[in-house]
């Protein structure tokens, strides 16, 4: 645990175990809690201290873009961040630190549901009321849970499953595409598919349906290139698994009633913050299910020794079968929130850059791990978006610091960690003996 | 660590006290703009970005700008779009809700204009794509406008050139499959093409796909099947492409390009094989006169090369922005009233003077334009040939 402070920890170790001590207490509700009540500080005072700090107007996405923008301006982000989201954080946390406890242990008791949505409502309103202040930061947010979804399902086959698979794109196109004509067909009127044949009101009832039939496109599709692509292992699997992905982009340029290198347009306006955020609480629970199974053991058992593992009486076939097509699910899905959030699709949208995306967080984060995706995903997704300002030397910044995490943790930032919901929200008084 | 921890608070008390300056001066409007910086066509990102700074140099020069007779400072916050749908609407939604923007001049490209005026619309800021000529941009978005040809007018302008130029009856198209411009102009052209000369005059309708560079195969369909002109809506890297590899193969007769052709570096990769050549575009560099030249003379000095089109046209689409917003007759200071009536002044201007030539822009948004045949001459310059007004 000491090393996770890394290079700073052996000298000046006392520091940081103080700051652990004194922050190990909080359990993870307080520590929801005091981000709600922050954002709410926020949202009533925020205008006001900014304009007292010198600020334009409330810092975005944590002060960093008005701070390189006008560099003069550092200090008054920096304070504004510390005053709204650190210090409110931290101070609410530890006040309610002693009755949150209370909480927890009551709640561990009761099935496990409850305390798990009773978390998540709290984190939902803390991500609703921080984007309510502007349009910028939710879509930002949109896109940043999206990708979390595609750095998860992408982990299971690069991380859980050990096999280098470049075809994501490809499936997010195939999800995006299927889930975008079924509802442009049916609830849009529009240049490609004409007339919309149901009225518009039943669109959201129909968009979960058209989201999971597009994450099935996207499955069929993993499926046909499982076949003859597990056959082979390692360089060969990465290599056809990309020519799949150019197959698959020339498929839809080539589509004209698809809309060709045009691309679709005007997909409704469904994929909001809480049906993203829905889906993607489906999409780790599921996923962390996944893992933590008889089948996600069997995964790591492939892995480690395909041959052992075989021996060992795992259906190695099937194994891999079931994982590749759940993870093209999940990618499909994941196309498909995206399609509707940008509202526009092009098959140049699903090329090589996605692709390096995509994997640049999948091995920022972690491999073989849910919470390394989560933080591969939102810290890379934040980063460039907060070096925006920086413009080419964004493209300096993020690829040296991703040569740095490669060389000091190769396996990513929180690889090997399993996410265990129990241990997350159990009550903290008993850690500082641990440390 | 209490010593640093002092040190810093000093820092951030200081900085604090320094910083609120600068703030609360004058009334400020900003432009935004919205351009590929980084990602595939960087190019196309600095012309946008140069026109801007030129822009804003004269603004600055006139003392800011008069609005229904009060002076403005003018502000232009230049975001990059990495040439990236999402990113674009990422862009756009900034510029709309962070930096209160007036108007929004870019994204050039379709791709990134498409999901970025949808954003623009949605959020009612008035945007104009210089260079978008993708019909699915303007549609249906009263907030969003373009400031060049759509291609519907240029396939036929080209098609008609030809037939008054050179009287042939057989033409032959290579064009990029996978690639939204390119695609769209081959297949309007065709259309015009065989309105002209009856069905089956296009003897040829090859296609390759991006960044393939070998089209001896096409070219030889293309030489056998008896055409008499080749039309190649293609990009700078390839028009020089495939101009070498037909003239190795024996091709003579003319090759005709559209707009995509107006890049400096058109010239410098063809070299002589390009020279002679015709191509439709929105304004001429070489022989330009009045502002046009002006511009041109002003843009070489400064940044050390001709614009090609895309600056001249972001040239002309932040001249229209300033002309609605002179138009609007005084800003009230709420910023989605004046966005609509930004807007309403967009829509309502009639005959336009830029420097590509006179606009007036229809209920959909599109400017009515004339376009113009440039002749590549033997030195390599963009010669204007011929004005065809819709």
Redesign the interface.
Known sequence: MVEKNGASSIDTPK?FVRLRQFLGDIPLLAWLFGGLISVLVETQVGDALASL??L??VP?LFGC?LALKHP?????A??YVSVIYIATIVLVGKITARPFNLLAEKMIQWPIVIPVAIHLITLYAIMHVWSDI???RE??LK?TLIAIMLTLSLNIINGYMGEFSCSHPGFMSLGAYGASAIMVLFFVND?LFGKALLPEALGPFFFPIALILGGVAAALGALLIAIPSFKTRGDYLAIISLAFMFIVK?LF??LQFMG????I?GQP?LANLPTVFIWLVICVWVINNFVRSTMGKALNAVRDDEMAAEAMTVNTRRTKMVAFLFAAFWAGVAGGL?AH?????????FGV?RLAEVLAMVYFGGLNSVYGSIVGAVSLNLLS?ML?PL??F??IIIPLLLILIMIYRPTGLVAFKEFDVRKLIQPKHKSEKEV | ?RKGFLVLVA??????A???CG?TAQKTIKIGINAP??GDIPKVGEGSKYAAEMWLEDINAAGGLEVGGVKYNVEVVV??NES???SA???A??L???D?VLAIVGPQA??QA??AG?MAN??GTPMISPWST?P?TT?DRPFVFRGCFLDPFQGPVVANFIKEEFGFTKAAVLYD????YP??LAEVFKEAWEKNNGPGSVVAFESF?TKDADFSSQLTNIINSGAQVLFTPQYYNEVALIVQQAHELGWKNPIVGSDSWGSAETVKLCGEDCYGLFFSTHYASAGATGATKAFIERYNKKYGYVPDDVGALTWDALRIVQAAIEGTGGLSGDLKKDREKVKDALAGIKEFAGITGKMTFTPDGDPIKCAVIVRISDKGEFEFFKSVCP
């Not at chain 1, 003069?72 to 008054?76: A, I, K, Q």
């Not at chain 2, 820092?11 to 604090?16: H, Q, T």
């Open positions: 520091r700090l010198g334009p107007k975005v873009v003069l301006l550092l200090p008054g920096l304070a502007s349009l910028y879509l930002t896109l240049r020339s340029e080539n060709g290198a045009r691309g347009k306006d995206f959030t940008v509202r526009f699709i092009n098959p140049n949208t850059q978006e925006r413009a080419l964004k493209w | 660590m820092i951030l008390v200081l900085g604090l320094l910083a609120p703030w910086i980084t975001e990059d990236k749908p999402e609407a990422k862009a939604t900034k709309i809700t962070e209160e379709s791709s498409i999901p949808e949605n959020y993708n699915d549609k499959v996978a690639s939204d695609k769209g796909t």
